[in-house]
């Protein structure tokens, strides 16, 4: 578990209410800032086991017992790790939040494995570009076929 600031980030199974609560707001915001809105139906759901250890984790944000952030982390074959779901509340954007959560996933992509990590973005989610960009990631060619996404990016694990 980690601790900053007010915020907590710890694992928590994916299928629980607080998880569920920081999913359905993730969904909910990508529906009002893509402009044809986030369609859920048109993706594959993870497999059960995809974010449960050894094939990746769950983790959640909360300030004072408030769900406001979650991230997930799959393991791929080949050492690569792959990052989805992030997600943090705007009102606790701005406090390092992101930045922890994303460093916490990289930690444990690193106790999973992993010697590198990946993730897409659309060109929506400015915030998230630049946080990933100013975290040592590094633009690569497209590795999915996630319509929503424009900009995939990787970073080396130390």
Same mark, same amino acid.
């Given at each position: 578990?980690?601790?900053?600031?007010?915020?907590?980030?710890?694992?928590?199974?994916?299928?629980?209410?607080?998880?569920?609560?920081?999913?359905d707001?993730?969904?909910?915001?990508?529906?009002?800032?893509?402009?044809?809105?986030?369609d859920?139906?048109?993706?594959?759901?993870?497999?059960?086991?995809?974010?449960?250890?050894?094939?990746?984790?769950?983790?959640?944000?909360?300030?004072?017992?408030?769900?406001?952030?979650? /991230?997930?982390? #799959?393991?791929?074959?080949?050492?690569?790790? @792959?990052? $989805?779901?992030?997600?943090i509340?705007? =009102?606790?954007? +701005?406090?390092?939040?992101?930045?922890?959560?994303?460093?916490?996933?990289?930690?444990?992509?690193?106790?999973? /494995?992993?010697? #590198?990590?990946?993730?897409?973005?659309?060109s @929506?989610? $400015?915030?998230?570009?630049a946080?990933? =960009?100013?975290? +040592?990631?590094?633009e690569?060619?497209?590795?999915?076929?996630?319509?929503?996404?424009?900009?995939?990016?990787?970073?080396?694990?130390?």
């Amino acid at each position: 578990m980690s601790k900053q600031a007010s915020f907590t980030i710890e694992p928590e199974p994916i299928d629980t209410p607080d998880a569920q609560r920081a999913l359905d707001a993730y969904v909910a915001e990508l529906d009002r800032r893509f402009p044809n809105g986030f369609d859920t139906s048109r993706a594959a759901p993870p497999a059960k086991t995809d974010f449960v250890p050894p094939n990746g984790v769950f983790l959640v944000v909360r300030d004072e017992g408030r769900v406001l952030g979650c /991230g997930a982390l #799959r393991t791929e074959p080949h050492g690569i790790g @792959e990052i $989805r779901r992030m997600w943090i509340a705007p =009102e606790l954007r +701005g406090r390092g939040a992101g930045r922890a959560l994303l460093r916490e996933l990289e930690e444990h992509a690193t106790e999973l /494995g992993c010697d #590198r990590v990946r993730l897409d973005t659309a060109s @929506e989610l $400015r915030e998230a570009r630049a946080l990933y =960009e100013s975290a +040592g990631y590094r633009e690569i060619p497209a590795y999915n076929d996630n319509e929503y996404a424009r900009h995939w990016y990787e970073k080396a694990l130390a």
